[in-house]
T-cell receptor
Framework: GENVEQHPSTLSVQEGDSAVIKCTYS??????FPWYKQELGKRPQLIID?????GEKKDQRIAVTLNKTAKHFSLHITETQPEDSAVYFC???????????FGKGTSLLVTP | DAGITQSPRYKITETGRQVTLMCHQT?????MFWYRQDLGHGLRLIYY???????DKGEVPDGYVVSRSKTENFPLTLESATRSQTSVYFC????????????FGPGTRLTVT
């Protein structure tokens, strides 16, 4: 969506390294920020989400951080594995109450 | 994931034809969505529905029509298909609108020749 910018568009890392994907949003009313992973030919699936009353959330090797003041949030994947290779989408809720604005995606490649 | 299905999974149609993509969910989720996915554009919202008989436009609604007579079904119709509508279409459902997880269907790959 036009209100969510995502960088980088492609990211290549070696197995075991960390990967960071960053998103910025423009709607100050946004209060829910999910991250989806889409493997080739598959549907997007939620991997982690964060709400505006929390600054950081972790789930095993995945973490998301949120800076409300700067209006940006990031996905951190540690100890990357080849199966982490996929397209990752960030999204932000809108004040309409129904829509999510999606970033354009980051294609992550983890090489053995 | 088996709770939301789409049919057909693949469809080839000609320019000017009408085509309907089906979406069915078994969770009784109030909200349902249609997205199209194109390279370089991510996921763009076409239409959404907050409940049976309540639908509204998203970011790219032109050329599409939706209906929702039953909570579990949300068909998307291309009234007169154009080549620019060649895309992968995803249906999704959610307990609420934008503040809860959206569950995506497996997608329909549509080619308009």
């Amino acid at each position: 969506g036009e209100n969510v910018e995502q960088h980088p568009s492609t990211l290549s890392v070696q197995e075991g390294d960390s990967a960071v994907i960053k998103c910025t949003y423009s709607d100050s009313a946004s209060n829910y920020f999910p991250w989806y992973k889409q493997e080739l030919g598959k549907r997007p699936q939620l991997i982690i989400d964060i709400r505006s009353n929390v600054g950081e959330k972790k789930d095993q090797r995945i973490a998301v951080t949120l800076n409300k003041t700067a209006k940006h949030f990031s996905l951190h994947i540690t100890e990357t594995q080849p199966e982490d290779s996929a397209v990752y989408f960030c999204a932000a809720s809108t004040n309409s109450g129904y829509a999510l604005n999606f970033g354009k995606g980051t294609s992550l490649l983890v090489t053995p | 994931d088996a709770g939301i299905t789409q049919s057909p999974r693949y469809k080839i149609t000609e320019t000017g034809r009408q085509v309907t993509l089906m979406c069915h969910q078994t969770w009784s989720h109030s909200y349902m969505f249609w997205y199209r996915q194109d390279l370089g554009h991510g996921l763009r919202l076409i239409y959404y529905s907050a409940a049976a008989d309540i639908t509204d436009k998203g970011e790219v609604p032109d050329g599409y029509v939706v209906s929702r007579s039953k909570t579990e079904n949300f068909p998307l119709t291309l009234e007169s298909a154009t080549r620019s509508q060649t895309s992968v279409y995803f249906c999704a459902s959610s307990v609420s609108g934008s503040t809860h997880e959206q569950y995506f269907g497996p997608g329909t790959r549509l080619t308009v020749t």
